[in-house]
């Protein structure tokens, strides 16, 4: 029998998350019910609640959350890997063709086909829309199921299953090892994370940033240099010196500065925006330096559960501010001003209540 969950949900662009009741699917074969622990608060929960990437992003009534942290209640008959009261997580997609050269390779988030993400999406079986985690419950595919290593603190993990991953995945493609000079553009949700993530690998750690006063948290949070990116002469101190930059700003912003810090062969990586770049990049410095411009986005389902297990051996987590569902839409235009230290997790327990 589907059963009825507590929810958040958006019906319009313009109209603030309310309670809903939920029904999720019947249990299938190959599925995993979790009752939800926790959920983490992204930039792209927002952005689709409110239609910001437009219509075809945002099927209504949105139920957002991709960083969901929980404990297994039911298993479907054909489910091995996990049983009743698994720690597990579900990031940000549900499902994929698995049968494409990405999804053969583990890239599921390349899928061919398209990937199903968590929220506003159409199940591959049934067409039904995928609501996500600001709900008590949640059915997913066992195959985009992963293990939470126990040893975490709970509470914060959430935020992994997005922030941390999204940032994972270049550094390790790139790979970043001890020693490699890693600087990262912006110092907010999926910023604070690139910084950790890229200093337990070992890598000598720079923050460019435009705004003052980010030195003490920066250095907190691993880096070993701050560099202004509108002071010209410090951005000139900073030539070809990264191996690897991040560039986490989620807005169109200009390229060019960042470019010719780079190092010979190496490569600036947008993981933050979803859109257009500025309409003119120099080659100039790309030439002179093979260097590249290139994108990210998440992770495939076994490096996302090996970035788990990573974070549990190093202890990396990211920093949050926990908050009851019933002040999402507050924390929604906190989101806005940055006024979050780095990122909002909801305790499900308020929405039983």
Same mark, same amino acid.
């Given at each position: 029998?589907?059963?009825?969950?507590?929810?958040?949900?958006?019906?319009?662009?313009?109209?603030?998350?309310?309670?809903? @009741?939920?029904?999720?699917?019947?249990?299938?074969?190959? %599925?995993?019910?979790?009752? &939800?622990?926790?959920?983490?608060?992204?930039? /792209?929960?927002?952005?689709?609640?409110?239609?910001?990437?437009?219509?075809?992003?945002?099927?209504?009534?949105?139920?957002?959350?991709?960083?969901?942290?929980?404990?297994?209640?039911?298993?479907?008959?054909?489910?091995?890997?996990?049983?009743?009261?698994?720690?597990?997580?579900?990031?940000? $997609?549900?499902?994929?063709? !698995?049968?494409?050269?990405?999804?053969?390779? @583990? *890239?599921? !988030?390349?899928?061919?086909?398209?990937?199903?993400?968590?929220?506003?999406?159409?199940?591959?079986?049934?067409? /039904?829309?995928?609501?996500?985690?600001?709900?008590?419950?949640?059915?997913?595919?066992?195959?985009?199921?992963?293990?939470?290593?126990?040893?975490?603190?709970?509470?914060?993990?959430?935020?992994?299953?997005? +922030?941390?991953?999204?940032?994972?995945?270049?550094?390790?493609?790139?790979?970043? =090892?001890?020693?490699? =000079?890693?600087?990262?553009?912006?110092?907010?949700?999926?910023?604070?994370?690139?910084?950790?993530?890229?200093?337990?690998?070992?890598?000598?750690?720079?923050?460019?940033?435009?705004?003052?006063?980010?030195?003490?948290?920066?250095?907190?949070?691993?880096? /070993?240099?701050?560099?202004?990116?509108?002071?010209?002469?410090?951005?000139?101190? +900073?030539?070809?010196?990264?191996?690897?930059?991040? @560039?986490?700003?989620?807005?169109?912003? %200009?390229?060019?500065?960042?470019?010719?810090?780079?190092? *010979?062969?190496?490569?600036?990586?947008?993981?933050?925006?979803?859109? @257009?770049?500025?309409?003119?990049?120099?080659?100039?410095? $790309?030439?002179?330096?093979?260097?590249?411009?290139?994108? /990210?986005? &998440?992770?495939? &389902?076994?490096?996302? !559960?090996?970035?788990?297990?990573?974070?549990?051996?190093?202890?990396? *987590?990211?920093?949050?501010? $926990?908050?009851? $569902?019933?002040?999402?839409?507050?924390?929604?235009?906190?989101?806005?001003?940055?006024?979050?230290?780095?990122?909002?997790?909801?305790?499900?327990?308020?929405?039983?209540?």
């Amino acid at each position: 029998m589907p059963t009825t969950v507590k929810a958040y949900a958006a019906q319009s662009p313009t109209s603030p998350l309310a309670p809903i @009741d939920l029904e999720r699917r019947e249990l299938r074969a190959d %599925d995993v019910e979790i009752d &939800i622990l926790y959920c983490g608060v992204c930039h /792209s929960d927002l952005h689709t609640a409110r239609a910001d990437w437009g219509e075809a992003f945002s099927l209504y009534p949105v139920v957002p959350g991709h960083e969901i942290i929980g404990r297994v209640k039911n298993v479907g008959s054909k489910v091995g890997k996990y049983k009743a009261g698994d720690l597990v997580g579900v990031g940000c $997609m549900v499902d994929s063709c !698995q049968e494409c050269a990405p999804c053969r390779h @583990d *890239l599921e !988030q390349f899928c061919e086909q398209g990937m199903t993400a968590t929220y506003s999406s159409r199940d591959r079986i049934d067409g /039904s829309i995928t609501q996500g985690g600001y709900s008590t419950g949640i059915v997913v595919r066992e195959e985009f199921v992963l293990r939470v290593p126990e040893n975490l603190d709970t509470k914060a993990v959430a935020p992994l299953l997005c +922030a941390g991953i999204t940032t994972y995945s270049p550094l390790r493609h790139w790979n970043v =090892k001890p020693g490699s =000079k890693v600087a990262v553009v912006g110092l907010g949700g999926l910023g604070h994370m690139a910084i950790k993530l890229a200093k337990a690998m070992g890598a000598e750690v720079s923050l460019f940033t435009r705004s003052k006063g980010k030195e003490q948290d920066a250095y907190a949070l691993g880096a /070993s240099r701050v560099i202004y990116s509108t002071d010209e002469a410090s951005m000139a101190a +900073a030539a070809n010196q990264f191996d690897l930059i991040i @560039d986490t700003v989620p807005y169109t912003h %200009d390229l060019n500065p960042y470019v010719p810090t780079l190092a *010979l062969d190496g490569t600036l990586v947008l993981v933050g925006l979803v859109g @257009d770049t500025e309409k003119t990049i120099s080659t100039v410095p $790309m030439l002179f330096g093979r260097r590249s411009i290139s994108a /990210s986005l &998440i992770g495939g &389902i076994k490096e996302t !559960q090996e970035m788990l297990d990573f974070c549990a051996e190093h202890n990396v *987590l990211p920093e949050v501010e $926990m908050i009851d $569902m019933q002040n999402i839409n507050e924390a929604y235009e906190r989101m806005l001003k940055s006024d979050v230290k780095y990122r909002f997790v909801i305790d499900m327990e308020s929405l039983k209540k």
